[in-house]
C-alpha cells in the first residue's frame, strides 16, 4: 500500500465524536399538511424507490413486481401517515411504508406502471451536493493527473438537479461548447453526520443511485475552481431509481456510459481510489452531512477529455446518453 494511501486511512480510521445513535436525530420540520414528525425512525430497507411527478407535484413510488406503488394515493386511501415524497421518507425515516408496502403493494387501483411514470429527480431538494473528483485510478491516469492523495471536493447546487428521461439544454449554454459525460454512483446520506469514523460511515448511508455528473470542460478549465463547468442548469442527472442502502455492494458495481448506444464508459466501483466509505468519514470531518444530501463519487475512464486532442469529439444536441450501474438500473437523458 503507498504511503499516502496509508496515511489517509489512518486519518479517516480514527473514531470520531458522534456516534450512530447520536446522529439520528432528524433535522427540519414537516413541510404544511404533512405528518408531524418530531424524530427520526428506522430507515426504510429492501426498497427500490422512485420520485414521480403528478398534477400536484413530485411523489414516493415504491416499485413491486406488479408495477410502482403511488404512495400517496395509497396512503390517502388506507388511513397511513407514512412519507409521500423521497425527501420526507429520508428525513422522517419508515414511519409506516412497509407496512404500506405490504398491505397495498399489490393493489392494482393504487399501482403505477413504469412506461407511464414521468420521472422527477429522487432527491428534490438537498441541502448539499458533494462531488469527488479524480477519483478513479484509471480516469487519473487518462487525464495525465496523478492519483489524489486525499479525496478532491468540489460541488454542484440544486439548480442542476435532473431526472431520467430529462433533457439537458446544452444549446442555450452560449459560454460553453465542450460537454463531456461523467457516470457516477450517487451516495443519498440518511441521517446527520459529523465526523464519524470509516468503519461506522455507511450506516448513515440512506440510499444510492446512478448520477451523472455532467461538464463543460472549457468552463471547466477557465480557473482553478472547476465550478461554472458543473453547475449549469441541469448539469446534476439522477435516477431513475433509489436503492435503499441494504440492496447495494457499493464497492463492487459494473459501471457502463455510453453515448447514442455506443459504450465509451465500462469499470467497476471497485477502482475507486477512495471508497464510499472513506469518502463520507474525510467529508464529514470537513462539514456536516445532513440526511438527503448528495455525494457524486467520481467517475471511471472514458471522459471525453481523456481522449488525445485530435479524437475528442464534444456532446452536441441530439445526443442520447446512459448511465448503468449494477442493480440500480439504467439512467436516460437527451441533449437539446
Known amino acids: 500500500m503507498k504511503e499516502s494511501r496509508r496515511d489517509f486511512l489512518k486519518v479517516a480510521s480514527v473514531a470520531g465524536a458522534g456516534a450512530v445513535a447520536a446522529g439520528c436525530a432528524a433535522t427540519g420540520s414537516a ?14 430497507r429492501g426498497m427500490t424507490l422512485v420520485s414521480m411527478m403528478g398534477d400536484g407535484g413530485a411523489s414516493l413510488g415504491v416499485k413491486t413486481a406488479g408495477g410502482i406503488l403511488d ?30 408496502v405490504r398491505s397495498a403493494g399489490s393493489r392494482s387501483e393504487f399501482l403505477v406502471q413504469e412506461s407511464a411514470v414521468r420521472f422527477a429527480p429522487v432527491v428534490a431538494n438537498p441541502e448539499k451536493i458533494v462531488c469527488v473528483g479524480l477519483n478513479y485510478a484509471r480516469h487519473a491516469r487518462e487525464t495525465n493527473n496523478p492519483i489524489p492523495k486525499l479525496p478532491i471536493l ?12 430529462g433533457t439537458v439544454n446544452v444549446s442555450k449554454i452560449t459560454e460553453g461548447k465542450n460537454f463531456d459525460y461523467e457516470s457516477e454512483l450517487v451516495i443519498v446520506m440518511g441521517r446527520t453526520c459529523s465526523n464519524v469514523s470509516e468503519a461506522d460511515a455507511t450506516k448513515y448511508v440512506f440510499g444510492y443511485c446512478n448520477g451523472n455528473d455532467f461538464t463543460a470542460r472549457d468552463l471547466q478549465s477557465r480557473s482553478s475552481q472547476w465550478m461554472i463547468g458543473k453547475t449549469c442548469d441541469g448539469f446534476g442527472l439522477l435516477g431513475p431509481w433509489l436503492l435503499t442502502a441494504d440492496l447495494v455492494d ?19 466501483t471497485n477502482d475507486m481510489v477512495f471508497n464510499c466509505a472513506q469518502i463520507i468519514a474525510y467529508t464529514s470531518k470537513l ?22 486532442k485530435e479524437k475528442q469529439v464534444w456532446l452536441k444536441p441530439g445526443d442520447k446518453l446512459t448511465t448503468t450501474i449494477g442493480n440500480l438500473g439504467t439512467l436516460s437523458f437527451t441533449l437539446t
Open 31 to 44: 413541510s404544511d399538511g404533512a405528518p408531524k414528525r418530531v424524530a427520526s425512525g428506522p430507515m426504510p
Open 71 to 100: 404512495v400517496k394515493r395509497a396512503a390517502a386511501s388506507m388511513g397511513s401517515a407514512c412519507a409521500t415524497t423521497t425527501d420526507d421518507l429520508i428525513r422522517y425515516g419508515d414511519g409506516g411504508l412497509s407496512d404500506l
Open 154 to 165: 468540489f460541488n454542484k447546487f440544486n439548480n442542476t438537479l435532473n431526472a431520467h428521461n
Open 250 to 268: 457499493q464497492n463492487n458495481l459494473p459501471i457502463v456510459g455510453t453515448v447514442n448506444g455506443e459504450v465509451r464508459q465500462k469499470s467497476n
Open 287 to 308: 462539514l456536516t452531512l445532513q440526511p438527503g444530501d448528495l455525494i457524486y463519487t467520481g467517475t471511471p475512464e472514458g471522459v471525453i477529455s481523456g481522449y488525445p
